[in-house]
């Protein structure tokens, strides 16, 4: 599976959202909210690339995922300062709160079926690499949650590993088969997101 | 030394039993039990294996790993609902409480000298390797407790990283001389599991 | 740039004095306090080593390293203690705060430079070796006050990660046009401790 850096990239951006979304919601300032939208973005696929053996981790070798991360973290501040501008106290709670159920839910997606089709290319078999695609999904979330002080989402929903998993497996599952599994990572992403956000 | 992988196996399922049963504490639902619980006893090997490079980690190659992890959180899980359905309130008290002592004083044991043992394989010295083993007795603990939002023990009690430093120690010190040491590593396991016990 | 052992050497001391100091806040046990002081001196250290690829982590291999950790922590239990037998105690904690800003800013100069320089020898690019100077940084006290389950500094300041940022900078910016880097070295350190001390 020469899986397309793409979903990488796409679960950087959403997690690096989530991330500032936090740092929003825990009123950190503006320079908080960028770490913890990049350490957030970066950490699961930096805790991948270690345990799997891919040195340097892709980070700190390919410019876009630093940039990708910065990106997510300004737009969610730029958007919900225009937000805090213009609309009502209560509208934009609930605007935020599901503005992070579906970056969280998106992340969850996107590096369940990039995090094991990577492992699956370091020659990882299925059953581990489907384990990595769940700690790439889940990793930057828990750093999120314990660099705020908070017990780590996964731990508290069912709901949120169990998707993740399904995933993973899915991608495994399916990689000996075929080489055209675009169509399929798509698909698995969107079905682990699905899971998240009508479980939530 | 070649250690005998069986005290990382043993290490993984005490370590393992004892993240299930802090989730249990705190009251986590299945799947956050199961997490806990394999996050701990995999994640202080895991830390020692990406540090002294063993690439990729045990837990990655050794489907043992993680098959241990989840029956011992699996286990936990059996028991206390059986407990909870038949005995007094007090009583379950008592014992998950002892419970938790024990499989975490025979963590610090299994995995001081499994840690200290691997280290010594891959090359390091006889203090480096001590401390790899201390920090693989104490890793997945400190992950542990950090999940929940609690200070480590090894920083709130003297009788826990001491046990761990002696029985890691004394595996650097006697491993030049001899190469017959599955007596002595079940020495300092012991040593190290009933120091800590009887301190607590 | 061959940038002397020292500048890391020198972090590690603040950053372990920096860790105990906060164990005698948080009022641990003599144990505990120099659990946290090693853990604060190496832990950004070796987070970075292992993303750059540096095996085995430095703190491993060269035995100043856990020496001059150790030596801070017990050296500051040491003059605490002292202190308390004969000061008041407003003026205690008078000094308590001012050395811990003191050796909090002298880590992150120190570290913003050996970090950076360190990421420059094994071949990183200009921005990612100025992200792993900031990472190597904060990283001690990020996990030091993960530890005692505080949210970090770096997310509750806006003056403690740019003024890494600018020493990372300065030292990856001028890199490539000269070998003779002590004297800008020791610039960049003092700037950033400067930046920070002056900010807080």
Redesign the interface.
Known sequence: MHLPILFDLLGVFSAAASGALT?IR?G?????IL??GAATGLGGG?VRD????A???A???D?RY?TTATLAALGVVVVEYRLAAVGPLLRERVRLSTAYLTVDSLTLGFFAVSGTGKALRYG??P??AA??GVLTAVGGG?IRD???????T?????F???PAALGSVLVAAVDRYTTALTPLAFAAAGLTAALRMVAA
Chains 1, 2, 3 share one sequence.
Do not use: C, Q, S, T
């Not at 950190?28 to 908080?32: A, K, M, N, Y």
């Not at 270690?50 to 053996?53: A, K, P, Q, R, T």
């Open positions: 740092g825990k950190l300032d503006l320079v908080g770490v913890l930096a270690v345990l799997i053996g040195h340097p981790p980070f700190l070798v410019w630093l990882l078999a059953v581990p384990l990595m828990v314990m660099l705020v002080a908070e017990v780590p996964v731990l508290r929903r069912e949120y590993a169990i």
